[in-house]
């Protein structure tokens, strides 16, 4: 670089502004736009792992139930609103169709579970709605959810039914697993909201999956049958 400055300083002695523009110009446009192009790079690098690749302030995925967009990005909005979250940095994925233990789903995305395991062992996800097999399958694995005791105690559950687990709440019932008994017939198969503990959980994820426990819990009450949760679970 200080080869070119001192360079150009010497051919363009005695020159006006303008004949001195000209001349740069003339030679060393390739290398202007270079640097223009390095430069665009850098801060167009910047910009999206500085603002646009954010990570999720909360995230729910739905295991095994039916494939919407439309509805995801419902309850994405409506949940965010009353968290007063961006919608943007929520996740709501109901894109988990896959096969587990004695449980077999044809044509899906095997990777789907090793995906959902990686981004449990990575602190990823905030809430699950899953069958009651899959809770199992889960805790057989090794995984732990948190004991919603204090927002049952507290009114935050209220109405759904407390899923026990070792003599402690972990979960709370939505309804029957409909989806599940289309491919298994099993008619008791429980469809289960529970929050992954990771022994590290912060304040605002506490204070998120309490208010998603509300939210669901409003929603499977409202008169209209439950609403877009109820889409879930029928």
Known sequence: MKKYLRNIKEKTSGMTRRETCSYIWSYYWYHIMIFISVIALILLFAAH????????LFTCLIINQEIDEARD???????????????ERVVIDSDYNFSYGQFRLEG??????????FQWRNQEIDAVILSESFYKHCREMGGD????????SEGAGNGLQAYMDEGECRAVVLGTDLYTKKITGKEDEK??????????????????SRIFLEYACEKLQEETGGGILEEIIN
Do not use: C, H, W
């Not at 095997?110 to 395991?117: I, R």
């Not at 469809?191 to 204070?207: D, H, I, Q, R, T």
């Open 145 to 152: 959810f948190r004991v919603l005791a204090n927002e049952m």
């Open 191 to 208: 469809l289960l909201l529970a929050f992954p503990e990771y022994g590290n959980s912060s304040e605002n994820s506490a204070k998120e």
């Open 108 to 117: 899906t995305n095997e990777s789907s579970y090793e995906k959902f395991f």
């Open 73 to 87: 990005l419902r309850i994405r909005d409506e949940f965010a609103q009353r968290a007063d979250l961006p919608r």
């Open 49 to 56: 792992y500085g603002l646009g690749n954010k990570k999720p």
